[in-house]
């Protein structure tokens, strides 16, 4: 894990010192957020492998140019893993929010690399939500996490406290798939989104493990994801954003709980 510090964000500008589209994604934040990239960025926690592409990217003016070192970077990364025979064990923790349901609505993931925290993502707000809907968004949100951390030759788990959610897309979609998506009895309700986790899902199904925790039964990355969903609330945050705030769990812990 790297500290985001000035003297390595210094590493990674160019020459007029400004950074580039994919380093802000590596640092969680928008190209809205360019212009204060340092301030936003300095305490977080960034893995080794986002660091050092960080570092690799700079003064790299095509885009192509980066996004062909980024490919190439998974593939080293990947293959050095497989090489090795060891794989890194990341968690992703789902949770969604709604205060009163139906109401308003957020999400939020909590990612640990081995038995560390890494990151905190929140958002997806919506003022007419439900909270299977929040939940089923924040389950979508972390397969694509899960998706992106298997094309880099890592090993990923989701740990979702919706039992709703992972019937949806592990048993009850298979069926309304057949059936031209319709069930007896009316309506599938949140379809749309459940067709976007259902079809990701089956991509990488076989690479990536989903399974059902029990909500706040004490696991941190649970409570977390909780009150990111409920944070996503409270900030009315309509995309999925990193948390940039510097990472007290303590305190976090103490926000709100959905």
Not at 52 to 65: D, G, M, P, Q
Not at 66 to 77: D, G, M, P, W
Not at 208 to 237: C, P
Request: with cysteine.
């Amino acid at each position: 894990m790297k500290i985001v510090t000035e003297e390595f964000l210094e590493l990674g500008v160019d020459n007029s010192g400004a950074i580039n589209a994919q380093q802000l994604t590596l640092l969680g934040l928008k190209e809205s957020d360019s212009e204060n990239f340092v301030a936003l960025s300095l305490g977080k926690k960034l893995s080794d492998a986002r660091a050092e592409l960080f570092v690799l990217l700079a003064n790299i003016k095509v885009k192509t140019a980066r996004n062909s070192i980024i490919e190439n970077y998974k593939a080293l990364q990947k293959f050095r893993k497989s090489g090795s025979g060891e794989e890194t064990q990341v968690v992703i923790y789902c949770d969604g929010a709604c205060n009163p349901n139906p109401g308003k609505a957020g999400s939020g993931v909590a990612i640990y690399r081995g038995n560390e925290l890494e990151e905190l993502w929140y958002g997806l707000y919506d003022p007419m939500g439900t909270n299977n809907t929040a939940e089923l968004k924040a389950l979508y949100e972390s397969l694509l996490i899960a998706k992106e951390k298997i094309e880099q030759g890592e090993k990923a788990e989701i740990k979702c406290d919706s039992k709703y959610s992972i019937e949806c897309i592990q048993r009850w979609a298979i069926g309304w798939e057949k059936k031209g998506w319709t069930k007896k009895g009316g309506e599938i309700k949140n379809l749309e989104i459940i067709k976007k986790a259902y079809y990701l899902y089956n991509k990488i199904k076989a690479e990536v493990k989903l399974s059902h925790i029990k909500a706040h039964a004490g696991f941190e990355g649970n409570e977390l994801a909780d009150r990111m969903s409920m944070y996503a609330i409270e900030q009315k945050e309509s995309d999925f954003v990193h948390y940039s705030d510097p990472i007290d769990v303590a305190k976090i812990l103490k926000m709100r709980a959905g």
